[in-house]
């Protein structure tokens, strides 16, 4: 990660360490990172952003986006190229910072790969000086000339605007940040207990002994308008902290305010002492009192990487990975966005004509033993065509009950290509809602459409995967229902399996695909499919009613190899007969009742039995109020 300070703001620090050592080639696609921005002289706003496949954003270039014309421009280069097994070309920016009042000069440092490792300092990316690695660069608001680069354990000083480091400028000291309000006054680590120097390094004391881990994303410091509060944020014991100084960074002064188990970002606003603003997940807070508290300001859609607030006024600039925001008290506007990449449609393929077929196993709580599997046979889903719903083209998704609730059989659904959601057309709510995030990140949540204050799934975890011999992603989601609920997406193959279970239950799991025309693991399936629907059975069967558990109604269907007469009645836990629902003569062929159960029957485990000459089936379905 990087550094930068607005060079009109309160001064912002933030960094981190890119470990050579760690250096990973990502395969993620390209996406925004570490925003922040400047103003010029007329006050209008340039952001600052990374922008590329690596999701720290230290192997990518940086660029500045001028929001009055809409012009990008890259200041930065970065890059990582794979040349064969043994040898990696790469260039780093592990931190940069703009001269104060000047919108158009910077100091980057990072590494540069090649063979042998080698750190480099830049003047508007123009290499100056190198040695064997450096992470951090300050520049004094006091005496601008003045440019500190640190490969963490020593300073080393140039007086000439980084064009020369001499060799006996450096210092050794573990070096963080210079104060904005006194180029004499550096912080930084001591055995990870924060130090503070008031004589540019020479001596220092000790002004924090909490843990601070400096090897990690989330290390910044922050500085208040009123030169004295100071804003730090790092990574202790495996949380991501905010602690606030009221007095200059002295001992005794330090006070944690915040803290959470993923990265979060702040901003300042130079013109107004004590007004924070955090970015959280996909939530945006507001501080009035430097920090010690906050409340909820806005929700975005997406998770936030960045933030920016520009100075005197009410306008935040917010950055998700694909999408840059325009924040005010009355309005969240995109002003910049990302194509949305082709290979992120692999989480869910629509396209008619797509088919998943998916074996299907019930299984009882056996208790005290284990659970008792059976086989319930090969479920189908397939994208049957599209149509239009309100001028907006919908994909109908079918299937044969694969899903408790998330998966009903019939579906209408919609990508938004800008965005990459999901959304689905609930017809009972003549509406449509969020269905699924194609750019979700650990912990997004999809809302309950019926009662959007309730949380519906969320994404658990996202993991690599080798799936019929091809390396991709599975993403594993948790269902907010009245069951043990998930289910899995594999990207390149969408819906890989389902599950629920309460008082026994069910598991679907994918066994083959047909994906925009391409046959993917067993796909006997695909001749099942495309039988004849009318087709007379070869046998009686009796299907497991869906949805299951249920409330207020459920679905029951069976088939008749010959026409008979045919009874279907249900019962509870002690085999007292509850209901007739169907007591007549039928047809060979498929059949199906709607069961409304009565409002006064309980909670509870029920059995169906379908009965015609001398074929009788039983199976459990559960009512839960």
């Not at 952001?47 to 496949?53: A, D, E, I, V």
């Not at 208040?224 to 014991?237: A, E, G, P, Q, T």
């Not at 993991?463 to 948790?478: A, K, S, V």
Request: aromatic content about 16%.
């Amino acid at each position: 990660m990087l550094s930068f300070k607005n060079s009109r703001s309160s001064g912002r620090k933030l960094s981190l360490f890119l470990l050579v050592f760690c250096f990973i080639t990502s395969i993620h696609p390209q996406q925004f990172s570490r925003l922040n921005g400047l103003e010029d002289e007329q006050g209008n706003t340039i952001l600052l952003y990374s922008l590329g496949n690596d999701i720290n954003g230290g192997y990518v270039p940086v660029y500045k986006y001028f929001t009055i014309t809409g012009i990008e421009t890259q200041i930065i280069d970065a890059y990582s190229e794979q040349i064969d097994t043994f040898t990696v070309n790469a260039k780093s920016v592990s931190d940069y910072e703009f001269f104060p009042n000047d919108i158009n000069n910077f100091i980057n440092v990072g590494l540069t790969l090649n063979i042998d490792v080698l750190g480099y300092a830049a003047r508007n990316d123009t290499i100056t000086f190198t040695d064997w690695a450096f992470f951090f660069v300050d520049i004094s608001k006091q005496h601008p000339h003045q440019v500190y680069i640190s490969d963490f354990h020593k300073i080393y000083r140039s007086f000439d605007g980084g064009y020369t480091y001499p060799a006996d400028s450096t210092i050794d000291f573990e070096f963080l940040s210079v104060a904005d309000f006194d180029d004499r006054t550096f912080f930084g680590t001591d055995n990870n207990r924060l130090v503070k120097s008031e004589d540019n390094g020479i001596t220092f004391s000790i002004v924090d002994t909490s843990d601070i881990q400096t090897s990690l994303p989330g290390l910044a410091f922050y500085y208040d308008v009123n030169k004295f509060h100071i804003y730090r944020l790092n990574r202790s014991n495996g949380k991501f902290k905010l602690n606030v100084s009221n007095n200059k960074g002295e001992a005794f002064s330090w006070t944690k305010t915040y803290e959470s188990d993923t990265q979060f970002f702040i901003t300042t606003d130079s013109t107004q002492s004590g007004v924070l603003y955090l970015a959280d997940g996909r939530k945006i807070y507001k501080s009035v009192n430097n920090g010690y508290s906050f409340s909820e300001y806005k929700s975005l859609p997406s998770k936030l990487v960045g933030i920016y607030k520009k100075p005197n006024s009410d306008i935040i600039y917010a950055a998700s990975k694909s999408t840059i925001f325009k924040v005010t008290p009355d309005s969240i506007t995109i002003i910049k966005s990302l194509p949305f990449p082709e290979e992120e449609y692999g989480w869910f393929p629509l396209a008619v004509g797509n088919k998943w077929a998916y074996n299907q196993y019930w299984f009882d709580e056996g208790w005290p033993g284990p659970p008792i599997f059976t086989f319930a046979g090969t479920k189908n889903m397939e994208v049957t065509k599209d149509t239009l719903i309100e001028n907006k083209k919908y994909f109908v998704v079918e299937n044969e009950y694969i899903s408790f609730e998330v998966f009903p059989p019939r579906m209408f659904l919609r990508v938004d290509s800008l965005t990459g959601f999901i959304y689905r057309y609930w017809e009972e709510l003549n509406d449509e809602f969020l269905f699924h995030n194609l750019n979700a990140e650990i912990g997004d949540t999809i809302l309950y459409p019926p009662f959007l204050e309730n949380p519906y799934y969320i994404l658990e975890d996202e993991q690599t995967i080798n799936y019929l011999g091809i390396d991709t992603y599975e993403r594993r989601y948790r269902e907010y229902l009245p069951c043990g609920c998930y289910h899995a997406l594999i990207k390149g193959f969408g819906l890989a399996s389902t599950f629920f279970s309460e008082f026994g239950g069910s598991e679907s799991t994918l066994k083959g695909c047909v994906i925009n025309g391409v046959l993917y693991g067993d796909t006997t399936f695909v001749v099942d499919v495309e039988e004849e629907p009318n087709s007379i059975p070869s046998e009686y069967k009796l299907e497991q009613n869906y949805p299951n558990p249920f409330n207020p109604n459920t679905k029951i269907i069976w088939q008749l190899p010959v026409s008979s007469w045919v009874t279907l009645k249900t019962f509870d836990a002690l085999g007292r007969e509850v209901e007739t629902l169907v007591n007549e003569f039928q047809n060979a062929g498929n059949h199906s009742t709607l069961y409304i159960v009565n409002s006064t029957l309980p909670s509870g485990i029920y059995f169906y039995q379908l009965k015609t000459g001398d074929y009788v089936e039983s199976k459990k379905m559960i009512y839960l109020k």
